[in-house]
């Protein structure tokens, strides 16, 4: 493997039906992608499974890297991540593995990087919040907020999940 100093996480959002990245997933990737080109030694770390259609999100986010010009020794791929918490177990295995030790940001959407840098930070990395997706997460304000609200129940659900996982030694 080639020396990595900066592993950017960029974590799955929904795909289409047609197999092309949702707003969501690709507002990600482009923010993942601006942020690596200022990066010396960029491994992208793109994580999520099939959701309601396929391919899966890990899947999706290669091809646009690769389309903005990422080579393939810098992408790696986690398809088995249903959720954030499956993510960050698959993703701190797949580092673990690779002996990495230096920084992991994340990349997402703005509403989703606190819990994405918590779960992270859990899970014993040295995480930081990297890129925010550019854009609204939803074009309406109810479903703005919707997102919003989700994120505050779900960020100490999570918390708990991964404290829970870390102490029977499962992250």
């Known amino acids: 493997?080639?020396?990595?100093?900066t592993v950017i996480v960029i974590?799955?959002?929904?795909v289409r039906a047609d197999g092309t990245p949702s707003?969501?997933?690709?507002r990600r990737v482009l923010a993942a992608q601006a942020f690596g080109r200022y990066q010396r030694t960029p491994l992208y770390v793109a994580t999520g499974g099939v959701g309601r259609h396929g391919p899966s999100e890990a899947l999706v986010m290669a091809r646009l890297l690769r389309e903005l010009g990422v080579p393939d020794e810098q992408i790696v791929l986690d398809e088995t991540a249903t959720d954030t918490v499956s993510s960050v177990r698959a993703v701190t295995?797949?580092?673990?593995?690779r002996g990495y030790r230096g920084?992991?940001?994340a990349a997402t959407s703005?509403?989703?990087m606190p819990r994405c840098v918590v779960l992270l930070l859990?899970?014993?990395?040295?995480?930081?919040?990297?890129?925010?997706a550019s854009g609204p997460a939803a074009r309406g304000l109810v479903k703005r907020w919707y997102w919003r609200l989700r994120?505050?129940?779900a960020l100490p659900a999570d918390a708990l999940l991964m404290l829970w996982l870390r102490l029977r030694g499962q992250v």
């Open 23 to 26: 707003t969501a997933l690709r």
């Open 11 to 14: 974590f799955g959002a929904a």
């Open 110 to 112: 703005a509403y989703h």
């Open 93 to 97: 295995r797949l580092l673990r593995e």
């Open 103 to 105: 920084p992991v940001y």
């Open 151 to 153: 994120e505050a129940a």
């Open 1 to 5: 493997m080639q020396e990595v100093e």
């Open 122 to 132: 859990l899970a014993r990395l040295d995480a930081w919040a990297g890129p925010a």
